[in-house]
């Protein structure tokens, strides 16, 4: 018989809608990326949060992040 153990890893991905005045383009922020703007690891988000998350579908930390601006620079390699 074999056991096996799942464990799981939270990892962020957070959606940005990031445009100027010519074109509007959708990011995908994976983990490393997203934690630097969360300023938290998703492990401790959602542990301090979880009740609140469940009631609202978000933690205050995400829900803030709605609606501000952030400035983001993009490189393109050939």
Same mark, same amino acid.
Request: hydrophobic share 45%; aromatic share 6%; charged share 25%.
């Given at each position: ?9 939270? *990892? ?19 983990? *490393?990326?997203?934690? *630097? ?42």
């Amino acid at each position: 018989m074999v056991l096996c153990s799942v464990n799981v890893c939270l *990892r962020y991905k957070i959606v940005v809608l990031a445009g100027d005045e010519t074109e509007a383009l959708n990011f995908v922020l994976l983990d *490393r990326p997203a934690s *630097r703007i969360v300023e938290q690891t998703t492990t401790k988000l959602i542990s301090d949060n979880l009740q609140v998350a469940l009631a609202s579908g978000y933690p205050a930390k995400i829900r803030d992040m709605i609606g501000k601006e952030y400035t983001f620079d993009v490189e393109i390699k050939k």
